[in-house]
């Protein structure tokens, strides 16, 4: 697996360009040990915020899974896999624009990927520990909380960024652009 050791190796020195993180410089090992802010720290209270009663009028049991409940759609199933339209990508639970065509890339890992947000105002950062022994950092819209995916860096993209914002196409609205 040569990308895997490739995101091991180059994690060391491009790990603190995701945002948010401290100057401090810890050694991480691999791409996702970030000091992220915890939204568990949030003291304000999301733009949108609803009760899962709500949420799951507004949103089928797919969407809601994903959302709110930070599930992953099954790889290379999503609707947005391999879409090229240009738009912006809004957030499907409560419409915040997170992600332009523009950033989004081929990126072969079976759910759509960006290289950036459309905005660093536009989502949150939360470290995800759900795996043991992978450590990742999660990818949630700022203006509702919900789950996007998750974000990986280092990994050798030939993009500006070398991120890969990995997000659910469940997560997302494609509103193409008007010609
Ligand atoms: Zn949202």
Redesign the pocket.
């Known amino acids: 697996m040569p990308r895997g050791r490739s995101l091991v190796r180059r994690a060391a020195y491009r790990v603190d360009r995701l945002p948010g993180r401290p100057s401090a410089g810890t050694k991480s090992r691999g791409a996702c040990v970030h000091s992220h802010m915890d939204a568990s720290h949030r003291t304000e209270p999301y733009a949108?915020t609803l009760t899962d009663t709500a949420w799951r009028e507004r949103l089928n049991a797919a969407e809601f899974h994903v959302l709110r409940e930070a599930g992953t759609e099954r790889p290379f199933t999503g609707e947005y896999t391999d879409t090229t339209t240009e738009g912006v990508y809004a957030?499907r639970?409560?419409?915040?624009e997170l992600f332009r065509s523009e950033t989004k890339f081929a990126s072969h890992c079976g759910w759509p990927s960006f290289y950036a947000p459309l905005a660093e105002d536009r989502v949150e950062y939360l470290r995800d520990h759900s795996i043991p022994g992978r450590p990742r950092v999660e990818v949630r819209?700022a203006?509702?909380g919900?789950h996007l995916g998750h974000v990986f860096e280092g990994e050798g993209y030939a993009t500006p960024t070398d991120q890969r914002y990995c997000i659910n196409s469940v997560s997302l609205t494609l509103e193409p652009t008007r010609d």
Do not use: E, I, K, L
Request: charged share 0%.
């Open positions: 949108v957030c639970a409560c419409g915040a819209c203006s509702c919900s």
